[in-house]
Every structure is written in structure tokens, then in C-alpha cells.
T-cell receptor, first 109, second 115 residues
């Protein structure tokens, strides 16, 4: 079993809709949770990080963490064509970060 | 403020050749990392350095060596390149605090092809 699993996608959503991305992790000792966005041919850039159970909102993005269920999600509200990218879930234990394979999102106009 | 700088950006090697990928950060972070990214596989950790003077193996260390030269610089060496090492390599840095790892900042990547 992979340490971090994401819904495989690709995910296609109409402009203005909500995109919902899911991630599960296997290590109950995981401490920090991150969502990165990666455009094709570019390096990952941080969108959100969350450490505690519950929701964390930043603009159009909301991260949700449920440690009991070992589940973290990312909601993108009012999706824009510029949101079309691959989204990587990452989970940290001590110094190490484990990444999921990513979910590719396409926002269609 | 450059953040994390990787050199070179592109490289083509022949099987059996050696080379070193360079990484430097100017954010005064303690921790530095090397990843490789292959299509459909996300990022996989090769080696990391939690602090100056320490290095540890990640998920896929075979065929690689690293050196934490000082707090700023962390290099990755391929001693005898193999076609399976064709990949995009990313260096990252972060700060580790009591609540867990802080967000990692990535360089622009090195695209390496082994023929």
C-alpha cells in the first residue's frame, strides 16, 4: 500500500464549479499535510498546508483534515482555467515528506 | 531573493558517465531534500539532510550519493549513470519545527536524460 493515495483523475470541471480533490494516507504518525500545485514542466508550488483537524480556508481554496479517518481534501471554489494543473498531496512524518501521484484537474471554459 | 537554485537545468549523459547536480538555498533552512519525478509517479525522495552535517536515505537512494557541503548547499551525485535514472530532479528546502515539517520550497528542477 502506498503511503499517500490520491484519486487518480483526471478531473474535468466547468469554469465556476467546485473541484474536489481527495487524499488518504497510511501513517497515523503523520504530522503535517500539504497541497501543491504543479503546472506542466514546472516545479511544485505550495497552495495550502494544514496541521490540525478541521477546515482551513485561503481565498478560493479550502483544505480539510480528518486524522481519525486519515483523510485530507482540497476544495477549489469558483474554478478558473488557470487552476488547470496537477495537484499533489504531501504528508510529512518528522523530516520526510511523502507525495501522492497527483490528480490532474482541467477546468473547461 | 532566489529561493532554491538548481544547476544545471538540462543535461544529457551517456550510460556510465558521472555527474553532480548542484542545489543552493538562501532561506537559511536547516533541511534539504532531493526528489525525482517520473511520469505518473509523483515525487519520490532520494536523500535528505535534516541539518548541516547529516544525510539520510529516502525511498529510492540506490545509484545516488549526496553531500551537504554547508547549510546552503546540498549536491546529488550519480557515479555511473543508467537509463533508469532519466528523470526530472527537484531539490527542496524547509524548516523543521516542533509541530512538524514546514512547507518545502522547490527549485526549478533539472531535466536529466541518460542515453
Amino acid at each position: 500500500q502506498k503511503e499517500v493515495e490520491q484519486n487518480s483523475g483526471p478531473l474535468s470541471v466547468p469554469e465556476g464549479a467546485i473541484a474536489s480533490l481527495n487524499c488518504t494516507y497510511s501513517d497515523r504518525g503523520s504530522q503535517s499535510f500539504f497541497w501543491y500545485r504543479q503546472y506542466s514542466g514546472k516545479s511544485p508550488e505550495l497552495i495550502m498546508f494544514i496541521y490540525s483537524n478541521g477546515d482551513k480556508e485561503d481565498g478560493r481554496f479550502t483544505a480539510q483534515l480528518n486524522k481519525a479517518s486519515q483523510y485530507v481534501s482540497l476544495l477549489i471554489r469558483d474554478s478558473q482555467p488557470s487552476d488547470s494543473a496537477t495537484y499533489l498531496c504531501a504528508v510529512s512524518v518528522d523530516y520526510k515528506l511523502s507525495f501522492g501521484a497527483g490528480t490532474t484537474v482541467t477546468v473547461r471554459a | 531573493n532566489a529561493g532554491v537554485t538548481q544547476t544545471p537545468k538540462f543535461q544529457v549523459l551517456k550510460t556510465g558517465q558521472s555527474m553532480t547536480l548542484q542545489c543552493a538555498q538562501d532561506m537559511n533552512h536547516n533541511s534539504m531534500y532531493w526528489y525525482r519525478q517520473d511520469p505518473g509517479m509523483g515525487l519520490r525522495l532520494i536523500y535528505y539532510s535534516a541539518s548541516e552535517g547529516t544525510t539520510d536515505k529516502g525511498e529510492v537512494p540506490n545509484g545516488y550519493n549526496v553531500s551537504r557541503l554547508n547549510k546552503r548547499e546540498f549536491s546529488l551525485r550519480l557515479e555511473s549513470a543508467a537509463p533508469s535514472q532519466t528523470s526530472v530532479y527537484f531539490c527542496a528546502s524547509s524548516e523543521f519545527q516542533g509541530v512538524g515539517n514546514q512547507p518545502q520550497h522547490f527549485g526549478d528542477g533539472t531535466r536529466l536524460s541518460i542515453l
